[in-house]
């Protein structure tokens, strides 16, 4: 059983820094993709950043160049580094992979990103 436990969220003004951390159990993030999601108020869930299986990271055009994603497989932990944070990146963010055929996700971290 995949358990993904998401942390770190907060309250934070505009061009801030936080950082999201992902604790994961039973599998291995170097065999696994791993991704973030994000759900602002009143709007769908929207795909953030993934690091695919061999290690490479693609992101979304809105936060390219201000977040990074990251593993530390000693950890079993990938983080979300968020720079330059502007109101619009407000939402609950989500940890995402896909499992032997099934899907998890972490329980969500509210980030708030005030102007």
């Known amino acids: 059983q995949v358990q993904l436990v998401d942390s770190g969220g907060g309250l934070v003004q505009a061009g801030g820094s936080l950082r999201l951390s992902c604790a994961a159990s039973?599998?291995?993030?170097?065999?696994?993709?791993m991704a973030w999601y994000r759900q602002a108020p009143g709007k769908q869930r929207e795909w953030v950043a993934t690091r695919t299986r061999g290690g490479i990271t693609v992101y979304a055009d809105s936060v390219k160049g201000r977040f990074t994603i990251s593993i530390d497989n000693a950890k079993n932990t990938v983080y979300l580094q968020m720079n330059i944070l502007k109101p619009e990146d407000t939402g609950v963010y989500y940890c995402?992979?896909?499992?032997?055929?099934?899907?998890?996700w972490g329980q969500g971290t509210q980030v708030t990103v005030s102007s």
């Open positions: 039973a599998i291995t993030f170097n065999i696994n993709r």
């Open positions: 995402n992979t896909v499992y032997d055929g099934t899907e998890y």
